[in-house]
């Protein structure tokens, strides 16, 4: 068992980068919509409004992703399942869970997904 673990760390970690991305999602959303209107901009900043708009939304989704891997660490340390890889059950490195505390997988297992 992950009993030399600092729990505590780990938690103020995920918690801390949690109230980092929910402070960059609210900022993010008053921002005001990209303007699309062809008729008012020419058509190469037209384009370039939905590339930036595109860029945008797939940062959101990504953050999106990172707050539920986030979540699902924290309820694992609730649980006592912090530090096992979903896959196989066994200890997670304690330099990986330093680089990424939300991270699911052990090394082997990551590199098996990657593989596919």
Do not use: W
């Not at 921002?31 to 708009?53: C, H, K, N, T, Y």
């Amino acid at each position: 068992m992950h009993d030399d673990l600092d729990m505590e760390y780990f938690r103020k970690r995920l918690e801390e980068r949690r109230a980092t991305l929910l402070k960059s999602k609210k900022a993010a959303k008053s921002d005001a919509p990209v303007e699309l209107d062809q008729a008012r901009i020419g058509r190469l900043s037209r384009m370039d409004a939905m590339q930036q708009q595109a860029m945008s939304q797939a940062a959101a989704h990504l953050s999106n992703l990172e707050l539920q891997r986030i979540e699902a660490a924290l309820k694992r340390i609730d649980t006592g399942e912090y530090g096992y890889c979903v896959v196989c059950d066994e200890e997670i490195a304690e330099g990986r869970l330093r680089f990424d505390p939300s991270v699911l997988t052990c090394i082997a297992c990551a590199r098996k997904a990657e593989a596919k």
